[in-house]
Every structure is written in structure tokens, then in C-alpha cells.
């Protein structure tokens, strides 16, 4: 019984938020959103994304661990795509996205740049650093 009950335990401060995955933050993308964030003038991190995928996991935690060592990352806007909701639209195909752990950075409509299932700190980097220097 005690180790069923440790198991329990266990299993559920694994799902607890890290403190880095608490950090990263991001609006939840919802239809009609995308002209309102094109016109805004702001630079976008689109975030093509499942919450069953670890990679997509891996990367939020990237990207918190970034923003906390880069306090500029912060006036960036994430927007978090479910890609098992939108992969399937015109607007995703469009934006030429075929998986899921994509990253895209935009400006006024045009692409600064994109990170697809990579979950590497380093080009992470580059993608915030180019999007913050568009």
C-alpha cells in the first residue's frame, strides 16, 4: 500500500509545473486573431504545438529558461497554436507548417524565421534574437 501510495505521489509532482515551464507564457491562439496580431505592429512567435507532444514540452522549457536569462524575450508575443485543432486549416498550410513543435517568428505578416522539432537551446536563440532585432 505505502508504495502504491509513493507512486501516486510521485506521478503527481511530475506533473506539477517546473518553475521554468511556469515561466513560459503564451496567449492561446483562437480564430480571428491573426489580423488583429499581424496589424499590431508587434513581432509574433506562433508556436505550432500539442500538449501531448514532449518535444513541444521540451521546447516551452527552452523557451522560459531563455526569457529568464533575457529579459527582452518578454516584449515578444507567444502564441501558442494547438496544431491538433488548426494543422489541418488553409491558413497553416499557407504559412507552409507541416508538424507539429514548429516555431514561427512574424512581423507585419512576413517570416523572420522558424525552428521546426528541433528542441536545441541554441537555435532557439537565434530565432528570439533575430525576431527581437526584426
Known sequence: MQRRHFLSLGTAACLLPTGARAAYQATEYEWGMRADL??????????????????????????????????????????????????????????????RSTLVAMKAGDEIARVENEPDKVRLKRLLDAALAA
Do not use: H
Open 38 to 99: 499581424r496589424d499590431s505592429g508587434k513581432t509574433i512567435i506562433y508556436n505550432f504545438r500539442t500538449s501531448w507532444s514532449l518535444t513541444c514540452q521540451i521546447k516551452e522549457d527552452l523557451l522560459a529558461e531563455l526569457k529568464s536569462e533575457n529579459p527582452a524575450y518578454r516584449s515578444l508575443v507567444f502564441i501558442d497554436v494547438d496544431y491538433d485543432t488548426y494543422g489541418p486549416s488553409q491558413w497553416v498550410e499557407r504559412m507552409n507548417v507541416r508538424r
